[in-house]
Structure formats: C-alpha cells, structure tokens
C-alpha cells in the first residue's frame, strides 16, 4: 500500500517535499543500504544510482522517489533540477508470521517483515545554485577549449602524416635503388662465373687432346717394334 505526503516542510530551513512508501514488502535492513547511497545526492545522481543498483529494493526506492520530485513540482513549482535528496529513511512495519512444516510433525515460523520508506527531496539555496551555475559554465568553456585545439591539432595531424608519407616514398625509392644495384652485381658476377668455367672447359679440352695424341704415338711406337721382332724371328 503506498499513501503520498506532498506537505510543505522546512528541513534546515529550506523548502522540502516528502514521499512514503508504507507497508513495503521488504525488510528495513535491505533498504537501508540503499538509502544510505542516494542520501544527499542530487535528483538526477540518486536516479542513476537507483537504476544501475541490484538490489530490488531499488524499484521501490526509485518510485518514491520520483513521487517527491512530482509532489515539488507540481504543488510547490520547484523544477528537478534545484532538487536534492535531503533526507530518506526506513521504518520498520509490522512483521507477518508464516509457518512452515518439518520433519516429525514440527513447524518452524517463517517472517515476513515489512518497512516504511520516506524520502525528502529539498531545494538547493541561491548560492549553491550559483555555485553549479559557474561549474557548468567552466566545464563548458573546457570543452570548447578541448574542441579548439582538436581543430588545431588536425593540420599539425595532417602535415605529419605528409611528411610520414614522403620518407615513406623515398625509403621505398632506396631500396629500389639498393634492390637495381644488387641485381646488376648478381649478374656481372653470374657472366663472370660463366666465362671462368667456359675458359676451364677449354683447358680440359686441350688437355684430352695432348693425351690423345700420346696414346697414338705410343699405339705406333709398339706396333713398329712388333714389326721388328717378326722380322727378326724370320
């Protein structure tokens, strides 16, 4: 059961407006946590904080919390963004007792608390007002700034990558170069390598040639002194 309380109260002399939540089935030591992370906390931080929780208190938290900043705008005029969350507590309520049955005809009791979740959501005063104001401004005015020297940045960007591509295209000239050279080397030293082994050849040549003419002159030489045996034997 959830009953709303959009009264106009005065928390440390600023204007509030309040929420409750009663009989919230959950229990108070589960909510508090939770509480305790959005308390003080600006309207748009709390919500951020309550979507992204896992605790499924939170839901319920969030609820209340987005009636409060309804009940401020609406009744008082306050818009959500001079909000904060001043103050945000759980009661306990009253405790539901369940049974459950066991072994040997034994039961053991089963309790189903329940809680009272308030939040009070407050104005900011002028000059904490003033104070954001000039926080925002200032975070804007570093972001144009940012922008600015990103636009600068880009033709300084540009002329590095043109230079980075002109080493580049003399770096591969070089090794074109390197590569010709190389080429030309192997190949004068291929030529060179071709005439030594044509030049061997020849010797090679030569030298079967003498030895030919030897083996013939030394088939003659027996041939005539066998000539000269048979006619000595005759």
């Known amino acids: 059961m959830v009953s709303l309380d959009g009264s106009l109260s005065r928390v440390e002399n600023r204007e509030s407006t309040r929420s409750v939540v009663r009989y919230a089935r959950v229990s108070a030591h589960k909510a508090r946590p939770v509480l305790n992370q959005i308390r003080s906390k600006s309207v748009g931080r709390a919500e951020e904080i309550l979507a992204f929780s896992e605790r ?28 904060f969350v001043s103050e945000c507590f759980a009661d306990e309520g009253p405790t539901l007792k369940r049974f459950r049955p066991r072994a040997r005809g034994r039961a053991t009791s089963i309790f189903k608390r329940t809680c009272h979740l ?43 990558k043109a230079a980075s591509s002109k080493e580049e295209s003399v770096e591969e000239d070089v090794i074109e170069e390197d590569s010709e050279v190389e080429e030309s080397v192997e ?19 030569g030298e079967d040639s003498v030895e030919e003419d030897v083996i013939v002159e030394d088939s003659e030489g027996d041939s005539e002194n066998d000539e000269q045996n048979e006619k000595e034997a005759n």
Request: proline content about 2%.
């Open 56 to 83: 499924s208190v939170s839901e319920v938290i969030s609820g209340c919390l987005n009636s409060a900043v309804a009940n401020a705008n609406n009744n008082n005029g306050i818009p959500q963004e001079e909000l």
């Open 118 to 160: 308030t939040v009070v959501v407050s104005r900011y005063s002028e000059s904490e007002l003033e104070t954001f104001q000039t926080r925002a401004e200032l975070k804007n005015a570093n972001k144009n700034l940012e922008t600015e020297a990103e636009f600068e940045e880009e033709p300084k960007s540009k002329k590095r």
């Open 187 to 205: 190949e004068d030293v291929i030529e060179e390598d071709s005439e030594v082994e044509e030049s061997v050849e020849e010797d090679s040549e």
